[in-house]
């Protein structure tokens, strides 16, 4: 039976975080990748890795980088931004964002209770959503940030309609995502085994059967995947932020 279905399970509270930031920033059509591209003066997963640090609830925060970028990483987080070497472990990245995640959790302490997972180029996540998320994991086993879906969402096939969905019932799904450390291991095996490529490790868990808990978060924490994302980011940093 695994460790996360029995009942007397002891949860101590050590948590560990994981930050994608392996991608290959193929939509920018930049030289530099996404990442690391400056966001008000400062590289995107600067920021989102300080937002990991001023949680103050992270035992270790695991970077998965790609190998190419490790020194450049490195050399920015710890040397220009004098972040705390200690706290942190790069882990190479992999061909996908799950197999990258999955070698990140091999890397966590082996005292990891809870895992949170987060995309490195969403920078503008605010500290108090990660705590949130952390506490709300302890009873719900596996949460995700999202919010309501706005507008008309409709099935589309060859460029014709299919069918128009219920709004009500929808939520886009950000990260953070949070989860028992041997809920999400046991999913990321799972999926090994049997081949399958999820869009978001909530998938995974839900995969295996376990319900996964939606918290409404900010629409503000937006992935910065084109160069128009990069301008919202700039313009919330300066009217929200600052």
């Not at 799904?173 to 450390?181: D, V, Y």
Request: with cysteine.
């Amino acid at each position: 039976m695994p460790l996360w279905q029995k009942s007397d399970l002891h949860m101590k509270n050590k948590v560990s975080a994981i930050i994608t930031a392996a991608g290959k920033s193929v939509r920018m059509n930049l030289p530099v990748k996404k990442q690391f591209m400056p966001l008000a003066g400062k590289p995107i997963i600067v920021h989102t890795a300080e937002k990991f640090l001023k949680a103050e609830v992270f035992d270790k925060i695991i970077v998965t980088i790609s190998s190419e970028d490790r020194k450049l990483a490195e050399k920015i987080l710890f040397s220009e931004y004098n972040l705390p070497k200690k706290k942190f472990i790069i882990v190479d990245g992999d061909v996908t964002r799950q197999q990258s995640v999955f070698n990140a959790l091999k890397m966590c302490p082996k005292s990891t209770d809870y895992v949170v997972i987060h995309d490195g180029v969403r920078p503008l996540i605010k500290v108090k959503e990660i705590k949130k998320i952390v506490k709300l994991t302890e009873e719900e086993r596996a949460v995700t940030l999202g919010i309501p879906a706005k507008n008309t969402i409709k099935k589309i096939e060859l460029n014709r309609v299919i069918s128009t969905l219920d709004r009500s019932q929808l939520w886009e799904i950000f990260t953070p995502q949070a989860f028992w450390f041997q809920i999400i291991y046991d999913a990321h095996q799972q999926a090994v085994d049997a081949g399958f490529l999820a869009n978001d490790d909530a998938e995974l868990v839900e995969k295996i059967g376990m319900p996964v808990y939606v918290l409404k978060g900010s629409p503000e924490n937006i992935k910065i995947t084109d160069k128009f994302d990069l301008k919202i980011a700039e313009a919330i940093l300066n009217s929200v932020y600052s």
